[in-house]
């Protein structure tokens, strides 16, 4: 078991002694549910920071299509039904953040997804002295459900509406070629009830391991605001973790 809160405090700061902090390379953990505009806010991270997303389902979708062993390994068992076991997703990411890429630091996005990958991933990341700051997106599920079952796309070209956001000009009808819209099953609200669900029951588990170990964990409220709103908080948040001189 880790030593806890109060003892990873102190062993940050002797290593802040030893090291400069400003040159310790960090984690950015980037927690939020299906809907809640991940993907979207880590890609402004890279481009603000310039350090890598590792996204571990397109990593495992990698090495599937590479067919190497851990890909094998990963099709295996997908084929029979299986979860990708903790350790060999353990091992694929910390195979990546050894990579040059990520000396200055990274976002993990998809990961850690349990509670073991979790553990192993704040312990492996202190002995290496990278710092870890979790941002946890936080949307109400009602605000996702309307967001994801106003969804519309035509079954023609592929165009995606959405009821609020991006209406059609005439409703339930494609702007380009007159098609009637349709609802993929993934947006159904049943399906995007079900798959909240799941992610509640996942990663309750983590983001309270996190609360109890890292010493950064910020919520940000991404219900109301637009995406670009929603990264100026980040920004603002991450600025003061990291520290003015080393990111601009
Ligand atoms: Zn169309």
Redesign the pocket.
């Known amino acids: 078991m880790p030593s806890g809160k109060t003892g990873r405090r102190v062993a940050s700061a002797v290593a802040s002694v030893e090291q400069k902090p400003a040159a310790r390379p960090i984690a950015i953990i980037l927690f939020g549910s299906p809907g809640s505009g991940k993907g979207t806010q880590s890609k402004y991270i890279v481009e603000w920071l310039k350090i890598p997303q590792i996204s571990t389902g397109d990593m495992l979708r990698e090495h599937i299509r590479r067919g190497d062993e851990i890909g094998r390994a990963v099709a295996d068992r997908m084929k029979a039904g299986l979860l990708v076991p903790d350790e060999l997703v353990n091992r694929m990411v910390f195979e990546r953040v050894q990579q040059p890429d990520c000396e200055r630091g990274f976002i993990l996005d998809g990961y850690p997804r349990t509670l073991a990958q979790a553990e192993e991933m704040v312990s492996v990341l202190d002995v290496r002295g990278t710092s870890q700051v979790v941002i946890h997106l936080v949307v109400d599920y009602n605000v996702i459900i309307s967001r994801m079952s106003g969804r519309r796309v ?1 079954p ?2 592929g ?1 995606l509406y959405n009821a609020v956001a991006r209406p059609p000009k005439v409703e339930g009808i ?1 702007d ?2 007159g ?1 009637p819209l349709v609802i993929r099953d993934d947006d159904r609200e049943e399906v995007v009830r079900e798959r909240l669900l799941q992610y509640e029951r996942q990663t309750r588990p983590v983001i309270e391991f996190f609360r109890a170990t890292i010493d950064r964990v910020i919520e940000v409220d991404a219900s109301g605001a637009g995406p670009e709103a929603v990264f100026e908080r980040i920004r603002g948040e991450l600025r003061e973790v990291l520290g003015q001189d080393r990111i601009r």
Do not use: N, Q, W, Y
Request: charged fraction near 25%; proline fraction near 0%.
């Open positions: 035509c023609k070209c165009t494609c380009l070629d098609t």
